[in-house]
């Protein structure tokens, strides 16, 4: 600050002089072009060649900017005063008096109280967790690894470290709130849960409103957010490391975050609902298991999948579902068929990728009257566009691949091939169902088309002349 005092009580300066700093002889201040090469600047001695972006970066902070030469020519060496230079100069320099803001604090979780497990008295290192102020929570070892909060803090960040063993942050009431500035980072290589089961023992994760991209870092581990995550459409929360996070469902309200949720590597298990925007990359996976959390179904914003999405329970997509064209989506149908897999899509969704269906029952009784009906793609609003690649099916001991377009009457259904009890599989991703057909015939009958019913007429008749053969022929 001296300096700059010092500085701004300088008196006016030369109209004309060619380095930034340093005033040089009247003969350099107005150097012609073609003039001899010791008209440098920025402090440089007069035999230093001349830097032009140095020097008029410099020169114009300071107020001044090329000037005519005796030419008429503009000569960058030549400098000319520029209105409210001098405050141009000082607010520059100025600014370089500004430090950076201080680093958050740290706070080592340490459990050395004898009395509490809350987050005050001598359970932190270096000493009492302030309310005040954004602090950086460190959680290490095994002591009192169930931990309540029992104020609101803002953090800058939360982290358990590589010997942390498994702990539980939770709150003492329904409204404690963490307001986080920074990523939470899982290095321990195990289980660590934020937020507790209960109402009275609730966390919420304030991520706000203003634009910013905080990662939840998994490592190898797992975390299970029990809490509520709330926050703005400008935030986006990255989950990263090959680990899993378990998207709970929190007691009380749920989730209120309708920001982007990019799922950068491993393993998201989404089960609870929450109105965030998804974008799962190539390398990562999504699962839904609403039924681990209790729930019947789980809701979300929109969805955009390049990696694998495995539905083991019920998912609606409010907004536009996009199944890119790397895309898995696995469903698995449990043995009763009117239990729900269902996904869920709205207006402007499209399909490509893969679909892969793993059907846990048996259904050799199935026939006409009594069919196998799976209904696991449901639009919302307006049809899909676009198209599978590929359907799949593990079914009766075997992975059957499906054909569409073999049925000229209704091109967009799918056929499988047969299963080794004579079962025939179908998918019409339209309808988005999938139904399982006892033999040919009845795939016909129910509408696959005269490609079948020629097929099923041509074993017909070969069952006809086998049973005419005489005995003794071979």
Known sequence: MAAFIAFANVGP???TYPGPFTPRDSAMATLAPGGSAGTGGSGNGPNTPWNPLSDMAANRMLGYEPAPGPDGTTDPRVRRRINGGWWRGIIGLAALCVTEPVSAASYTW???????SA?????????????????RLVFTGARRPTNTATANYNLDGITFTGSAQSFTMQGNSSS???????DVVNDSGILQTIGGTTTGTKLVLNYGTAAATRAINTGSGTIDMNAQINGG????LSKTGSGRLVLDNPPGTGHGFNGTFRVSEGILDLQGSIPANFVVSSTSTITIDPAAASRQSVTVG?????????????MTVNESLTLGSSSVTKFTLLVDPNSTQLLGYGDGSSFGGT?????LGDYRGADLFNPVVFQILQQQAGAATGNFSAVTATYDGATLSFTQGFDPNNPDTWVSGMTASGQYLTFDQQAGQMVVVPEPSTVVFAGIGAVMAGWHMLKERRRRIRLLRPACES
């Open 110 to 116: 340490n459990g050395a109280s004898t009395t509490t």
């Open 233 to 236: 459409s400008a935030v986006t």
């Open 13 to 15: 300066l030369p109209r």
């Open 302 to 314: 929109s969805m955009n999948l390049s990696g694998t999405m495995d539905v083991i329970g019920s």
């Open 119 to 135: 987050w005050s008295g001598s359970n932190w290192f270096p000493g009492t967790l302030p309310t005040s102020g954004t602090h």
């Open 355 to 359: 679909l892969a269906a793993n059907l």
């Open 176 to 182: 404690r709130q963490l307001n986080m500035f920074g």
